[in-house]
């Protein structure tokens, strides 16, 4: 089967985070089964655009600014737009990693006229919202593509009631969960380690991550507590914040097929992150084996709970802090519980069982 994905941003820093490795998995579990696939979107920060990412074959094209102040929403890619126009057709199945965006949605919508069989999955991006390009977007693309999708994929309950609110009933919903290949065990040894892994951006809330560091190194707490993720936008806030204490560092961006491999020398796992819907940092974080702490809203919170793989807690600094203090205070509890995360993703969010539940649903699309 030919599959191409259609994808917001690829950058060496992971700037668009969690799509994109999702699409990346995706796109390396099919080529493992002997598909011929493509990922294809706009790109920045590359003095040349590579023509593979790992082992995934890719097709990028320069990202424009076309709507300034509006961030990724405002991104387009007028060669990618041109590029599905004339390729298109010669796809049997596209998965369209849909944004509101200038990128995908205008991508989207080549595929749409081409006649070729899509899946949309939104990654909880598509919300009713106030953002000034929303309604306009919406109007126009958005419920477009979502209502002539063979599915729409959605990660949560609340995500499905989104996207009926953005595009109204009779969408073609369905649901598939993000999966992680198998990574290395964690292997964590010395003065523990305390890691967030995301993009600086304040929904993810970086600054209660290092509020929570400094009153945990404070009380005597002996561990290091790392930063690890592109600036977006809280850096200049991040880095004034951090003081001169050695144990409390960020070490900027990493590419993101290299995270794991960075889990797997931390002891605990947090982020603080705001209504995130399913994010891919804690699904690799618990698939080394990290014990996780997330706050309730987050979209895996009743996994964690389910499984007994992390503390599910509020996102303010002294009850993180609470819940990393016990962590380290009872390393035998936490090693428990990354090994229960490691095994609930390995048995539920494997790869191979992700790529059985597409491969359904991409034989149904172009039946």
């Known amino acids: 089967m030919r599959i191409l994905h259609l994808v917001t941003l690829v950058s060496p820093e992971g700037a668009y985070g969690g799509p994109v490795r999702v699409a990346f998995n995706q796109a390396a579990e099919f080529l493992g089964r002997g598909d011929d696939v493509i990922v294809a979107g706009a790109a920045r920060g590359y003095d040349t655009p590579p023509a593979r990412v790992g082992n995934v074959p890719v097709r990028l094209f320069p990202a424009r600014t076309l709507v300034p102040a509006t961030g990724f929403a405002g991104l387009g890619a007028p060669g990618l737009w041109r590029w599905v126009r004339r390729h298109g057709r010669g796809f049997d199945i596209v998965h369209i990693h849909l944004g509101r965006d200038l990128v995908t949605l205008p991508a989207a919508l080549a595929v749409r006229h081409a006649g070729t069989p899509y899946v949309v999955q939104p990654h909880g991006m598509i919300t009713p919202s106030s953002h000034p390009l929303a309604a306009p977007l919406d109007a126009a693309w958005t419920r477009k593509v979502l209502r002539d999708a063979r599915a729409v994929c959605f990660l949560t309950p609340a995500e499905h009631d989104d996207l009926t609110a953005v595009a109204g009933p009779g969408l073609r919903l369905t649901r598939v969960d993000n999966g992680v290949p198998a990574y290395p065990h964690a292997t964590a040894a010395?003065?523990?380690?305390?890691?967030?892994?995301?993009?600086?951006?304040?929904?993810?809330?970086?600054?209660?991550?290092?509020?929570?560091?400094?009153?945990?190194?404070a009380n005597g707490t002996v561990a290091n507590f790392t930063l690890v993720g592109p600036d977006e936008g809280e850096g200049p806030a991040v880095r004034a914040a951090l003081g001169a204490d050695p144990r409390l560092r960020w070490l900027g961006p990493l590419d993101p097929a290299r995270v794991p491999e960075r889990m797997a020398d931390a002891a605990v796992f947090v982020l603080p992150?705001?209504?995130?819907?399913?994010?891919?940092?804690?699904?690799?974080?618990?698939?080394?084996?990290?014990?996780?702490?997330?706050?309730?809203?987050?979209?895996?919170?009743?996994?964690?709970?389910?499984?007994?793989?992390?503390?599910?807690?509020?996102?303010?600094?002294?009850?993180?802090?609470?819940?990393?203090?016990?962590?380290?205070?009872?390393?035998?509890?936490?090693?428990?519980?990354?090994?229960?995360?490691?095994?609930?993703?390995?048995?539920?969010?494997?790869?191979?069982?992700?790529?059985?539940?597409?491969?359904?649903?991409?034989?149904?699309?172009?039946?």
Do not use: W
């Not at 995130?276 to 979209?299: H, Q, S, T």
């Open 190 to 217: 010395g003065t523990p380690e305390v890691l967030f892994a995301a993009r600086l951006h304040a929904r993810k809330q970086p600054l209660a991550f290092v509020e929570m560091a400094k009153a945990l190194l």
């Open 273 to 367: 992150s705001l209504r995130e819907p399913y994010p891919m940092a804690v699904l690799e974080a618990m698939a080394v084996g990290l014990p996780v702490v997330i706050p309730p809203d987050c979209g895996l919170a009743p996994l964690v709970e389910r499984t007994g793989s992390g503390i599910v807690t509020g996102s303010a600094p002294t009850e993180l802090a609470a819940a990393v203090r016990s962590l380290l205070a009872d390393r035998e509890r936490a090693t428990a519980m990354g090994e229960r995360g490691r095994r609930a993703v390995a048995t539920e969010l494997g790869m191979a069982r992700i790529g059985d539940r597409l491969r359904e649903l991409y034989d149904a699309a172009t039946r």
